[in-house]
């Protein structure tokens, strides 16, 4: 089995799992690896600006804080993101508050000195890529579409969609929910699927609405035919970014979807369809400024939610699958900080393991991290089924039921916010035969 420390390594897609492996293993393996070489191939020609915004938990704040990429954001001014100390809901019926998802403990502070942060994806990618341009051995090749590949005996080869090939010691597939590299070679077998829902997202003008926002800074609009996310995403308070999770059926989502090369009246027809979507569903909402929101002449993209189930096949002899390519699951707060973990844990093991085989750096690897991931699927996938549609009584329990478990989750929603991939104690490598064989023998003349 070959033990050639991986020089020239391979990452397939630059969003965050793929960034945050690029740099998290350029720091762990410089030191051992001077000549080390890291490509990043992603498929679009430019850094994508569709996507909306994101919220990051303390966790995934204080690991893009390990890499460099806080302080990038920071430097961006009001643009780099806003604080948010709580996500507060809100029932869409009776407008009242249900509980609220704390960022701060009692004193105000954050877990671990970080809070909550919704921040544009766009905005989040420029910093992670203004952090790569000071790396010296990392080099991002946009326009590359992965769409294929293989393993050879030597080295791991990708074949994009222009003809061209590259190879690697070692690919690392963080290629999203629709990994090529998962559906294309390491795990054929096992494509996403869709999940029934939806987003519909939007970005407002604050200056646009006339009532009063009901938030600080971040809210969930609970309704019996799905929910609202209303935060502010930049530190002025300028504007809002909506998100309604809806239910929607596979087939209805071909009728709505945006693609390139449309018409105009076609991409009319979908954008008022949408509207009226939106309209049906939350029109009658308590609240004002989603009222507002909803009546207004604001562009509703759809993004339909696909999982990935973690259950597959993750890595084979040269290649493996981190983020979203290996267990994409239906979004929640927390699902950036797993690819974020994810790279940072895999760069340590594979800096602890680097004279052993790639075989042994994926067992290590998937060992410490199955079971959190498979546990986190599944705790995932129970919050979004609360966001299908009800009927009038299971919409009144929900709304009861909700406050109950944001309570009763606190404490583990809190220590969880601790986490450290930077600390965590790693599995160590088996002794190798030769050591094993020379501890015996000076054991034996001891004795
Ligand atoms: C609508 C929505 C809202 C979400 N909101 C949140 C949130 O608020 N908080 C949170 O923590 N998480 C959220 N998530 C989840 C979060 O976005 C993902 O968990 C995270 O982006 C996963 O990162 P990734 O790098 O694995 O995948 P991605 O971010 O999807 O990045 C994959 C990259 O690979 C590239 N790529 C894809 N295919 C190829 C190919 N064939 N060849 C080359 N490159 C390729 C893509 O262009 C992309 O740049 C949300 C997800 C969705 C869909």
Known sequence: ??????????????????????????????????????????????????????????VAQRHLAQLGVLDELDRMGPEGGADVDAIELFSMRSGRP????????????????????????????????TVVERAKNIEIVFGKKVVGGEELEDRSVLHFQDGTEASGDLVIGCDGVHSAVRTQFVD??????????????????????????????????????????????????????????????????SRY?????????????????????????????????????????????????YQVRPGGRWSMNRTILLGDAAHAMPPRDESAAYALDDAILFSRILARYRSEPLTEVFDAYESLRRDTINRAFKESRRMWERNRDMGLFEGRLKEWMMSFHIKSHESAREAAWEFDATKMALPTPAPSEDLVSLNSFLRERTL
């Open 1 to 58: 089995m070959d033990t050639i420390r991986p020089r020239n390594i391979v990452i397939v897609g630059a969003g965050i799992a793929g960034i945050a492996c690029a740099l998290s293993l350029s720091k762990e393996l410089t030191p051992f690896v001077p000549d080390l070489m890291i490509t990043v191939y992603e498929r679009h020609d430019i850094l994508s600006t569709s996507g909306g915004a994101i919220n990051l938990t303390p």
């Open 98 to 129: 249900i509980g609220s998802i704390d960022f701060t403990d009692h004193n105000g502070n954050g877990f671990g000195g970080y809070k909550g942060r919704r921040v544009m994806r766009i905005v989040l990618s420029v910093a992670m890529l």
């Open 188 to 253: 054929v077998g096992r494509p996403a699927e869709y999940t029934g829902l939806s987003f519909l997202q939007a970005t407002i003008d604050t200056n646009t609405l006339c009532s009063p926002i009901h938030f600080k800074s971040s809210s969930l609009n609970i309704s019996r035919h799905g929910s609202i996310l209303a935060s502010y995403c930049d530190r002025d308070g300028d504007q809002i970014f909506a998100a309604a999770i809806v239910q929607f059926s596979q087939d209805a989502l």
């Open 257 to 305: 979807r945006l693609e390139p090369g449309q018409d105009w009246a076609t991409q009319h027809r979908i954008r008022c369809a949408l509207r009226e979507e939106i309209r049906d569903r939350f029109g009658k909402t308590s609240l004002p400024c989603i009222r507002e929101m909803i009546n207004s002449k604001a562009d509703w993209m759809l993004y339909p939610v």
